[in-house]
């Protein structure tokens, strides 16, 4: 054991003998001296930890930048600002939902319809060239005694005296355009 050694647990014995009155063994004395070792190393690595925990702090508080706000115009502008964005998409979504399944809804009618009627599909020019009215809460077709020649789809009937029949065309074999 190195003199400057010997002399540190000497001295470490006489401050336990004058501090509790008893004399402390070697072996003690010993196994103290390196407990006050290792305790000066973890000492030293706790400093350097806390040092860089202080620059990173330090980092942190100067990236960060200091929202304050000072009324409740401010504080009602931010959450405004916050909240319309998303209400706006909800709305928009809940729009497109309604949309899509009043669309899908009239589809599956416009779908019934059609295998319900087979012949819906002559009747297409009368539904796009005629003329309906209402009276008295009861809708009516508005159609004019057809004149000589050909008679206009939706426009147009023919009266059939022999056998008593109104006779409405379906559909046009000219070439010329319907009018109103």
Do not use: C
């Not at 559909?171 to 109103?180: D, E, F, H, L, P």
Request: aromatic share 10%.
């Amino acid at each position: 054991m190195s003199e400057e050694i010997g002399e540190r647990l000497n001295r470490l014995k006489g401050k336990y003998a004058q501090k509790y009155g008893t004399l402390m063994d070697d072996w003690t004395s010993m196994v103290l001296e390196e407990f006050r070792e290792l305790f000066e190393q973890l000492t030293g690595q706790v400093k350097d930890t806390t040092e860089i925990i202080k620059e990173a702090q330090f980092k942190i508080r100067k990236s960060q930048r200091v929202f304050q706000i000072t009324s409740g115009k401010q504080a009602w502008l931010l959450g405004l600002g916050i909240a319309v964005p998303i209400a706006a998409a909800i709305t928009l979504i809940a729009i497109l939902i309604f949309y899509l399944a009043y669309t899908e809804r009239r589809f599956e009618e416009i779908r019934n319809a059609v295998n319900t009627y087979e012949n819906l599909k002559d009747y297409t020019v009368l539904s796009q060239n005629g003329r309906v009215t209402e009276k008295k809460k009861v809708r009516y077709l508005v159609l004019k005694i057809a004149p000589e020649g050909e008679p206009t789809p939706g426009l147009h009937f023919v009266f059939d005296s022999k056998k008593q029949e109104v006779l409405v065309p379906l559909n046009q074999k000219s070439a010329r355009k319907t009018a109103k």
